[in-house]
């Protein structure tokens, strides 16, 4: 009976060490995410703040939308919200400019960064 008894314990030590490890493991896990998460709300608050204002530009021989975008816009990854927003601010219908007209575009000034 007394062996038993041992064997009967050892087990329950053995749950007990297993539900430990576990719990350990899952408490890991919650705050890895957890810190990963702040990442990355750290980086997405870590933005760039524009003032916007216009200059009106002559549209020369071989300029296209995506020439002046490149020129204008505030980076790579506005490329082409930049050119939706000089077609709708110009009432561009197709999004054709011609040589010798003039485009209303925005300009992008940094303000501050976070």
Not at 28 to 40: A, C, E, F, Q
Request: overall charge neutral; hydrophobic content about 40%; aromatic content about 8%.
């Amino acid at each position: 009976m007394n062996t038993c008894r041992r064997r009967y314990g050892k087990r329950q030590h053995t749950r007990i060490n297993n539900n430990i490890i576990m719990l350990t493991v899952a408490i890991i896990l919650v705050l890895s995410i957890t810190l990963i998460g702040r990442m990355s709300l750290v980086r997405a608050n870590e933005s760039v703040q524009y003032e916007k204002s216009f200059q009106t530009i002559e549209i020369e021989s071989g300029d296209t939308l995506s020439a002046i975008a490149q020129e204008f816009a505030p980076s790579e990854a506005d490329y082409q919200d930049y050119m939706n927003e000089v077609i709708e601010i110009n009432s561009l219908k197709d999004g054709q400019i011609h040589a010798g007209c003039y485009l209303m575009v925005p300009v992008y000034t940094v303000v501050s960064s976070k």
